[in-house]
């Protein structure tokens, strides 16, 4: 199970990096375009690094962003008991599940069932095989993506919480770090 983690995190990982590549790029074909004499600038670049930046955000939020990396402020969690802290988690957790379930159908139609976002074009931008313009919709659905996996994400967040307790916090793997490699007497 570790090794499957391990491999998904690093093909998340190298999407994330890819799309930071092509943002990289295109701003330097964006750079040399505008300002070499014989060539005419391009306007479909800013349009591009915008969808990739999009993508890129909630991609890392959805795959890369573990939970130990978000800003907390968690002084109360700190200074409750490990049987306060396990409720605490355990009513967070639920609290994302519903608030994600409750706005997801909304957001689902916004983006998905909306008539405006299927007509709504990205006038730069054109499907590489067909030609064809890109609807507006697929701006957002990398929204929709990163809330659909938060959902699961807490989803098992609730069952770790129920079976094994409260993660611990980071104050606690410092202490068990610091206490491993001390040596022993």
């Known amino acids: 199970m570790k090794t499957l983690s ?18 990289f790029v295109t ?13 005419e600038p391009i306007g479909w670049s800013v349009v591009l690094i ?6 890129v955000i909630f991609f890392g939020c959805s795959f890369i962003v573990r939970e130990s990396d978000h800003v907390t402020f968690d002084i109360l969690y700190l200074a409750a008991t490990p049987k306060a802290r396990r409720v605490l988690a355990l009513i967070t957790a639920v609290l994302m599940v519903v608030a994600m379930m409750y ?8 983006v998905f069932a909306n008539r405006l976002m299927e007509l709504k074009k990205i006038q730069t931008l054109r499907v590489p095989i067909t030609g ?12 929709v993506m990163m809330m659909i996996v938060v959902t699961f994400r807490y989803v098992w967040r609730i069952f770790t919480v129920i079976r094994f ?3 611990e916090t980071e104050l606690e793997v410092l202490v068990a770090s610091d206490d491993a490699e001390k040596p022993s007497q």
């Open 50 to 55: 915008s969808l990739l930046w999009v993508f």
């Open 27 to 39: 701003f330097l074909l964006q750079i040399v375009f505008r300002y070499v004499p014989f060539l």
């Open 165 to 167: 307790g409260a993660p």
């Open 132 to 143: 064809g313009k890109i609807p507006i919709k697929w701006l957002f659905a990398p929204f």
């Open 103 to 110: 706005s997801l159908p909304s957001v689902w139609d916004t």
């Open 6 to 23: 391990k491999w998904f995190t690093r093909g998340a990982e190298f999407i994330a990096a890819m799309c930071l590549a092509a943002i």
